[in-house]
C-alpha cells in the first residue's frame, strides 16, 4: 500500500516541469570534474595534462579510498589538473576531441553480486550519483546503507520531470534497481510525481507519491516521512536517470555519454532540455540562448543554485539569470530588526510552515532549534535528514539572516565532527 501523500508546499514556485518540446542533443567543446559544493576530493591524479583520454576511463582517485575513482566525462585531451593545498582538487578540464574511444568495463557477475556491483559502481565513477544522509556527502567506500531512495521526482522551479529523463530507458532502470537493491538489508523506495513509472520488476521497491508542490519533492522531505536518517542509520538517496546509467553499464559495460539537462532562468530566450556530456561547460552550453546583457549561471534552481563553470555530477537542472537577480529580498520584519541581536528572529507564518513540509515537519521547534545552534534539540526533530536544499525556499520566504540553510550546515558539521568523521 502506498503512502499518503502529503499536500503542503506552496504554489508561487509550483515545480511544473519545464515545458519543452523534445530533448535536445548538446555537446560542449570543453568539460570539467570538479567537487560538490562543500566536498574536499583529496584525489591522485591517473593521467597528465595533453593525455588522450577515453570516455569512461579513470582519471583520478581518492587517496583515502582509491577503491573509488572518478572517470573522463567525455573522450579528449586533458588540458589542466588543478589543486588546492593538501592535493585537493579544484578541477580538471578536458578539450573533446572526435571519435575518441570509450572505456569497456568488464561487468560480468556485477547485477547478481553486491560486492562485484559496489567494486564496479566504484571503479567506474557512478559511486559519486549516490549521497548518504545525514551530512549529505558520497557514501564511504564501504558503507552499507539501512534504506535507498530513488528519486524520480523533482519539485524546484523550472525541474524537468525525471520521468521524462527515463521514458525509452524502462529496461535500463528496472536492471538499475534490481542491482541497487542487493547494495541494502532494508528498504529501497522509488519517488515519483504524477507520471506513469516503469514496471519494478522483482526489486521489491516500493512507491511513493511526492506531493505536486515545492519542496514535497525533494529527498530530504520524504526521507524525513518515511525513513529517517540518524549517524548509526545512513539513508541514500539516488537520481532515477542515475539507476538507469547504472542498468545500462551492466548490460553492455559502457558509461553513458550524456545526461539530461534543464536549461532555464529569466536571462534565456526560451527554456531548454539538453542531453549534454557530464561536467558540460555550462556558459558554453547556454550561449546560444542567452538574452543580450549581463548574466550568471547557476547549477540547480534560482532557489537553491549555486555559481558554476561546470555541470556537476549530481546536477540536472542550470539556471541562468540576469545580474543582480538574486539580491536579498527586503522583508518588512528583517528590516524592523535589522539592529537586533543575531541570528535574527523568524515569525514561523502559514508560508514558512507549507515551505518546510507542512504537518510532516515540527517546523516552530525546529527553527528555535537552528536559531539557537541546539544541536541536540534539533537532531531529535530530524535535521539530519535534510540538507541545504531542502531549506532553500524557507530561506525564500523568511529572508532569514543567516539563512536557515547555513544553520542547518553548522549543526551538520557540528555532529558529523562528534561522530568522528571525516
Known amino acids: 500500500m502506498n503512502a499518503p501523500v502529503f499536500q503542503a508546499g506552496l504554489p508561487l514556485v509550483s515545480g511544473r516541469a519545464v515545458e ?13 570534474l570538479t567537487p560538490e ?15 588522450l583520454v577515453r570516455q569512461g576511463q579513470p582519471v583520478l582517485r581518492l587517496r583515502a579510498a582509491p577503491e573509488i575513482v572518478l572517470t573522463a566525462p567525455m573522450g579528449g585531451r586533458v588540458a589542466s589538473i588543478q589543486f588546492r593545498p593538501g592535493h585537493r582538487l579544484v578541477q580538471l578540464v578536458l578539450f573533446r576531441e572526435d571519435g575518441a574511444d570509450r572505456e569497456q568495463f568488464a561487468t560480468d557477475g556485477a547485477e547478481a ?42 519539485t524546484r ?30 528498504p529501497i523506495f522509488v519517488v515519483a510525481g504524477q507520471g506513469a513509472l516503469p514496471d519494478f520488476g522483482t526489486s521489491g521497491a516500493k512507491l511513493i507519491h511526492a506531493g505536486k508542490l515545492h519542496p514535497m519533492g525533494m529527498a530530504g ?26 542498468g545500462a553499464l551492466l548490460l553492455g559495460g559502457l558509461l553513458p555519454a550524456t545526461k539530461t539537462l534543464s536549461l532555464t532562468g529569466a536571462a534565456l530566450r526560451e527554456p531548454k532540455l539538453l542531453r549534454c556530456q557530464p561536467g558540460a561547460d555550462l556558459r558554453g552550453l547556454s550561449q546560444p540562448w542567452v538574452k543580450p546583457g549581463l548574466h550568471e549561471v547557476l547549477t540547480g534552481s534560482p532557489l ?41 528572529p523568524i515569525i514561523p507564518t502559514a508560508a514558512l510552515i507549507q515551505a518546510m513540509g507542512g504537518r510532516a515537519m515540527p517546523v516552530a521547534a525546529l527553527i528555535r532549534a537552528l536559531g539557537a545552534g541546539d544541536g541536540e534539540t534539533a537532531v531529535r526533530l530530524g535535521v539530519l535528514s535534510l540538507l541545504e536544499e531542502d531549506m532553500a525556499l524557507a530561506d525564500y520566504v523568511s529572508a532569514a539572516d543567516p539563512p536557515l540553510s547555513h544553520q542547518l550546515r553548522e549543526i551538520l558539521d557540528r555532529v558529523k565532527a562528534e561522530e568522528g568523521e571525516a
Open 304 to 344: 537553491d543554485g549555486k555559481a558554476a563553470h561546470w555541470l556537476g555530477t549530481r546536477d540536472r537542472q542550470a539556471s541562468i539569470l540576469p545580474v543582480g537577480a538574486r539580491k536579498p529580498r527586503k522583508h518588512w520584519f528583517q528590516a524592523a530588526l535589522a539592529t537586533a541581536a543575531r541570528p535574527l
Open 113 to 154: 553480486d553486491p560486492v562485484k556491483l559496489r567494486q564496479l559502481m566504484q571503479g567506474a565513477g557512478l559511486w559519486r550519483a549516490l549521497r548518504s544522509r545525514p551530512f549529505g556527502h558520497m557514501p564511504h567506500h564501504d558503507e552499507a546503507p539501512t534504506a535507498i531512495f530513488v528519486m524520480a521526482a523533482d
Open 221 to 246: 522531505m520524504i526521507i524525513h516521512q518515511h525513513f529517517p536518517a540518524r549517524p548509526d542509520r545512513r539513508v541514500w538517496d539516488i537520481h532515477a536517470e542515475d539507476v538507469a546509467d547504472l
Open 20 to 32: 519543452v518540446s523534445g530533448i535536445a542533443d548538446e555537446l560542449t567543446e570543453e568539460a570539467g
Open 157 to 186: 522551479p523550472g525541474a524537468a520531470d525525471p520521468i521524462q529523463m527515463i521514458t525509452g530507458r524502462e529496461e535500463d532502470f528496472s536492471r538499475g534497481l534490481m542491482a541497487l537493491s542487493g547494495l541494502t538489508e532494508g
Open 37 to 51: 559544493p562543500g566536498e574536499g576530493l583529496r584525489v591522485q591524479e591517473l593521467v597528465e595534462t595533453d593525455d
